[in-house]
């Protein structure tokens, strides 16, 4: 009965000792880490986007898929169905004209992005510079955002992995999708997988930059050549344009 | 009724005594065999870490994820670039310093179904604190080591009480 009268005592007054030791806790359960001025995060000043160009884009070409494959270390399993795929490249023809086009989608990191929106948990998120996450630590895997994308751009992961590579990590069970190299533009690389490797083997058609910037390259060609979005008529004002469709 | 009650009465004294029984046949247990880190120092002090290193991961990957405010400081990629050999592996949790203690104290909780479970040899990215390349072997620490280390924060609690 004695220890039931003051229960966790000990490990109360433990708990306040290490805090001592430590000058880490201020009090039992009350925590303080190193303040995000250490790093401070992405900034709602800065908008990420990507303008790819289709005219110089081939069809046959897929360097950009390649390399965000390599470098998110997507390994499919053979079944391009439900296979992980940040990156598709999709061919459209006029049927009228006869003319041809073929694109990259991949997640259009909207303003107003419907993924967000349905996720009952809070882990599809955009970041305060503009690119759309999932938050795999809080995803139920509902895909419920999945299936309120009208870019069809996101995959859910449908097998056990091993082998992930550090910066990606990915596991059954959780929706994924193009996350804009969000390691490289923390380590502040300025370019994407994609865009690397369009300018190096593919026709040079995606440029990646900050939108907000009018001197940025992304928003000088915006300026003067222009560029649509995909299914504008939504509104979603995604962070991913298009030349020549 | 006389008998119903006597053994209601008699019920706790069995629990106990059968309670006793057990624990006289426990041994002392021996702390799991840890690996050694590369470097000298952690993060923080071994009691710090010991008790709150999932507390200081899980505001550096709410921060990390959410707002993009990434200290090398706390990331997990850095725990593993010091504490974990490039040959570990998830299957054999004793080779892998955080699976190592996770399994000795039953606990479940696994960040590596996702992230990675080794450093990667070629990424050239090592931890601050860490003087030597992701290639540097590892051992697994001495007896005496873990010894101290327990008799520290046996020392911790007792002044605390």
């Known amino acids: 009965m004695s220890n039931e009268s003051k229960p966790d005592l000990s490990r109360r007054q433990f708990l306040g000792g290490a805090a001592a030791v430590a ?9 303080l880490v190193e303040s995000a001025s250490a790093a401070t995060g992405a900034s709602s000043k800065v908008r990420w986007g990507l303008l790819i160009d289709t005219n110089l884009c081939d069809s046959g070409c897929d360097a950009c898929v390649t390399a965000c494959n390599k470098e998110h270390g997507l390994n499919g399993h053979g079944r391009p169905a439900t296979d992980a795929q940040y990156i ?15 694109l990259p989608v991949m997640c259009q990191h909207c303003e107003h992005p ?33 299936m309120a994308c009208p870019y069809k ?19 059954k069970g959780t929706v994924e999708s193009c996350n804009l190299c969000v390691h490289r533009i923390d380590r502040g690389d300025g370019t994407t997988a994609c865009v690397e490797a369009c300018n190096r083997d593919g026709g040079s058609a995606m440029v990646f930059g900050d939108l ?7 928003s000088r060609r915006l300026a003067e050549f222009g560029s649509a979005a995909i299914r504008a008529d939504f509104k979603l004002n995604p962070g991913v344009r298009y030349r020549g469709i | 009724m006389a008998a119903v009650s006597l053994v209601r009465s008699l019920l706790p004294a069995l629990l106990g005594a059968g309670l006793l029984v057990l624990l006289a046949g426990c041994g002392e247990v021996s702390a799991p065999r840890m690996m050694e880190a590369r470097g000298d120092t952690c993060v923080e002090p071994v009691e710090v870490m ?7 991961l899980k505001h550096e990957r709410n921060q990390a994820l959410r707002l993009g405010a990434r200290t090398e400081r706390y990331s997990l990629n850095g725990c593993i670039e010091c504490h974990v050999s490039p040959t570990a592996s998830r299957e054999d949790p004793s080779s892998h310093f955080c699976l190592n203690c996770h399994a000795f104290n039953a606990v479940r909780f696994d960040c590596f179904q ?16 860490n003087p030597n390349g992701a290639q540097h072997a590892l051992t697994v620490a001495s007896g005496e080591e873990l010894a101290n280390d327990a008799q520290r924060l046996v020392a911790l609690e007792i002044k605390a009480q």
């Not at chain 1, 490249?89 to 086009?101: F, P, S």
């Open chain 2, 114 to 129: 996702c992230h990675a479970d080794k450093p990667m040899p070629d990424s050239g990215r090592v931890h601050a604190l």
């Open chain 2, 50 to 56: 010991r008790r709150d290193h999932m507390k200081l």
């Open chain 1, 23 to 31: 000058g880490l806790a201020v009090a039992p359960g009350v925590f």
């Open chain 1, 114 to 146: 419907p993924c967000v929106d349905v996720c009952p948990t809070g882990a599809s998120m955009k970041r305060p510079d503009g690119i759309v996450l999932v938050d795999k630590h809080i995803c139920i895997g509902c895909r419920y955002c999945m």
């Open chain 1, 153 to 171: 751009a996101r995959s859910f992961v449908h097998e056990d992995l091993t082998d992930q590579l550090p910066h990606t990590p990915r596991g």
């Open chain 1, 212 to 218: 907000n910037d009018p001197n940025s390259e992304i």
């Open chain 1, 88 to 102: 598709r490249k999709v061919d459209l023809k006029d049927r009228k004209t006869g003319a041809t086009r073929s």
